[in-house]
């Protein structure tokens, strides 16, 4: 099994910018897929971002493509999620979670392993 824990959130002004990070353990890191997924006040989880096993294939929610850029670093076992450009819109706890087939898929349900988030907040 994976253990996920997200790190980095906090308050930043819009247009500014922050990196948010997940450790994980268990499991062999190079073995899995991960994606961030973020959850607002009184809406759904929604996708965010995901990156393959080997780091060579990423995909973005169009909200955040151009602004957003997941990383991975597999010799840390931690994936990374800078974000710039800011907006209050991107407001939310932010969650990370393994998909353990190949491939990035964007469906919360094909997830596992989820860690208990960490905030971000924008200010306008």
């Known amino acids: 099994q994976v253990q996920l824990v997200e790190s980095g959130g906090g308050l930043v002004q819009a247009g500014g910018s922050l990196r948010v990070s997940c450790a994980a353990s268990?499991?062999?890191?190079?073995?899995?897929?991960v994606g961030w997924f973020r959850q607002a006040p009184e809406q759904e989880r929604e996708f965010v971002a995901a990156?393959?096993?080997?780091?060579?294939?990423?995909y973005y929610a169009d909200s955040v493509k151009g602004r957003f850029t997941i990383s991975r670093d597999n010799a840390k076992n931690t994936v990374y999620l800078q974000m710039n450009s800011l907006k209050p819109e991107d407001t939310a706890v932010y969650y990370c979670?393994?998909?353990?087939?190949?491939?990035?898929?964007?469906?919360?349900?094909?997830?596992?392993?989820w860690g208990q988030g960490t905030q971000v907040t924008v200010s306008s």
């Open positions: 268990g499991r062999p890191f190079s073995t899995y897929s």
């Open positions: 990156i393959t096993w080997n780091g060579r294939g990423t």
């Open positions: 979670a393994a998909h353990y087939g190949g491939g990035v898929v964007t469906e919360s349900s094909r997830y596992g392993g």
